[in-house]
Nanobody
Framework: QLQASGGGLVQAGGSLRLSCTAS????????MGWYRQAPGKQREMVAT???????DYADSVKGRFTISRDNAKNTVYLQMNSLKPEDTAVYSC???????????????WGQGTQVHRLQ
C-alpha cells in the first residue's frame, strides 16, 4: 500500500529527498508522516502533514527538513537538508487512509528506507 524510496548515503551537509506513494483502494488519505529509527533507539516521529497541509516537525529537524505532499499522486515527500550524523536511521512513512466514503481510517506503513550520513 505504501512504497518508500529515496534513501542512501550522503556526505556532510548533503541533502536527500524521500518519497512515499500510496496505492490500492483509496478514497481519502488523511495524515501522512515520516518516522525514523536509529540503531538501539526507539522509533520517533520526524514530520507529519495533514490532508489540508498542516505540518508538524520534531524539534531536531526543524529548519532542515520539509515535509510536503501531492494529493493527486497520493505521495508524501521529505526533503532533508544539512544532514547530520544523528539523522542516520531507517526512515518509514505512514498514512491514514479511508478506503470508501464514511470508512474508518486505516493506518498503513511503508517499508523502511535507509539514510546514512557519512562521517
Amino acid at each position: 500500500q505504501l512504497q518508500a524510496s529515496g534513501g542512501g548515503l550522503v556526505q556532510a551537509g548533503g541533502s536527500l529527498r524521500l518519497s512515499c506513494t500510496a496505492s490500492g483502494s483509496i478514497f481519502s488519505i488523511h495524515v501522512m508522516g515520516w518516522y525514523r529509527q536509529a540503531p538501539g533507539k526507539q522509533r520517533e516521529m520526524v514530520a507529519t502533514i495533514t490532508g489540508g497541509g498542516i505540518t508538524d516537525y520534531a524539534d531536531s529537524v526543524k529548519g532542515r527538513f520539509t515535509i510536503s505532499r501531492d494529493n493527486a499522486k497520493n505521495t508524501v515527500y521529505l526533503q532533508m537538508n544539512s544532514l547530520k550524523p544523528e539523522d542516520t536511521a531507517v526512515y518509514s512513512c505512514n498514512a491514514d487512509i479511508s478506503k470508501i466514503p464514511g470508512d474508518r481510517r486505516w493506518r498503513y506503513w511503508g517499508q523502511g528506507t535507509q539514510v546514512h550520513r557519512l562521517q
